[in-house]
């Protein structure tokens, strides 16, 4: 087993229960790869110290026989996710030297478990952007390159580091949040599967808020395997989260027979949208053709509200994010901009949050609270929510009607370049296909299928029913195997 960093988390599972390797040497293997991987961008503080001694522990606990399954597995952290007295920056220079003294639900259940943290992930700033380039440490880079030129490309966003430390072998897996397609949309630019579970089956205790009734943590992995069994350590009932449902977590592994016979799979017409590449096209329709041939039942489907996602999701996020984000003063914690002789407590309000949040947080923010203010809360944001209402009557409708499943594309093209899409609204295009899920709180998830002309990986997603996670990766690791993609990048870093 010369390199270890291209072990699946099952795979590494397998092998440690075997003795043919230990975690320690796992871990090693990850640290060195990390150390040689800088110009990638996608770690952003390491913990070497920790991360040698928790797979020390965990090495105790296999060899005991006390191991659940991601025991011993060296993971990447989002920076989004609190972790106890590592820095925890959402990836914000007005977050800086935070440390929390606490550590969150989800990082707590994977420690738990055995889990390796090799340290946090970059990210866009306070996860507001799809390319990774808001980031106060300065944008993730894509490992994959565009034919033969040497062009940057993004990792997409907002998890662009746990996407970019995925597809390199830099951890076996990574943790990602997604509040409009930020698990899905990297996934599909780096050729690994990213999965967003339903609103509610991750608690959201511990992870900094950007959009309250939207956000939701998954995971990250190489396969979708790997993510039926990070994702049953990720969820559960969590009391200090509110919006956490009290709910049985199934065996998602167990879940994974590839047998599909039978089940239906819509196939939504307002996801052809004018001017989409041939390439997706084709994609979409090889999908199509991969589920049908594995025994499924293709349906045409409609979901007519589609259109006005964007522009909902647009207004609702920003507005919960102006409300969630009014916390970073400078008072209590974080950076606090150096005042002048005669500054009060406004002053410093206004200086340090002009210091601290960048362009794009400071856009969404004013974007949110004017939607919110006396005179427009009704005429955008609450008539933004009743849209919403809607799309989710749309899916209701349709898994009703006997669908089980939805395919789509992940993300309208495949991945840019880095400062090719700096135009604001031709960045928001790049979650149409992603922000419904959110909206209507479904899981949701993005298996690699296929390469563009230029080598470059595309995703697929399917869409699924509230809490059946189980089905959903079941249709994926059908599709997963009918696609077949195997390709990884070309080392340059």
Sequence with gaps: MTDLTKLTIAGARDAMRKGDVTSAEITAAC????????????????????????????????????????????LGIKDLFCTKDVPSQAASGI????????????????????AVMLGKLNMDEFAMGSSNETSVYGNAVNPW????????????????????????????????????????????????????????????????????????????TKDVRDAAIMLRTMCGHDPKDSTSADIAVPDFEAALTGDIKGKTIGIPKEYRMDGM???????????TAMLKDAGAIIKDITLPHTKYALPAYYVIAPAEASSNL????????????????????????EKT?????????????????????????????NRARRVRA???????????????????????????????????????????????????????????????????????????????????LNVAYALEGAAGFVAKPAKWW
């Design 353 to 381: 949050r002009a210091e601290g949040f960048g362009p794009e947080v400071q856009r969404r923010v004013m974007v949110g609270t004017y939607v919110l203010s006396a005179g427009f809360y009704d005429a955008y944001y």
């Design 326 to 349: 009014a916390r970073y003063d400078g008072v209590r914690f974080g950076h606090r901009a150096k005042l002048a002789q005669g500054d009060g407590i406004t002053e410093m309000y």
């Design 390 to 472: 809607l799309i989710k009557r749309d899916f209701d409708e349709v898994f009703a009607d006997g669908v089980d499943a939805i395919l789509t594309p992940a993300t309208p093209s495949a991945a840019f370049g880095l400062g090719e899409n700096m135009d604001p609204i031709q960045m928001y295009l790049n979650d149409v296909f992603t922000v419904t899920v959110n909206l209507a709180g479904l899981p949701g998830i993005s298996v690699p299928a296929g390469l563009d002309a230029q080598g470059l990986p595309l995703g697929l997603q399917l869409i699924g029913r509230p809490w059946e996670e189980a089905e959903l």
């Design 31 to 74: 640290l060195s790869s990390i150390a040689d991987a800088g110009a990638l961008g996608a770690f952003v503080h390491n913990t070497p110290e920790i991360a040698t001694d928790q797979a020390a522990a965990a090495d105790v606990r296999i060899k005991l026989g006390d191991a659940p399954d991601m025991c011993g597995i060296p």
């Design 145 to 220: 390159r565009r034919g033969n030129e040497d062009t940057a490309l993004t990792p997409g966003g907002s998890s662009g580091g746990s996407a970019a430390a995925v597809a390199a072998d830099l951890c076996l897996a990574a943790t990602g949040t997604d509040t409009g397609g930020s698990i899905r949309q990297p996934a599909a630019f780096v050729g690994i599967t990213g999965l967003k579970p339903t609103y509610g089956r991750v608690s959201r205790w511990g992870i900094v808020a950007f959009a309250s009734s939207l956000d939701q943590a998954g995971p990250m």
């Design 277 to 287: 590449p041939a390439e997706i096209e084709k994609l979409w329709a090889d999908g």
């Design 95 to 114: 977050l800086e030297g935070f440390k929390p003294q606490y550590e969150s639900t989800v990082t707590s259940q994977l420690f738990d478990a055995g």
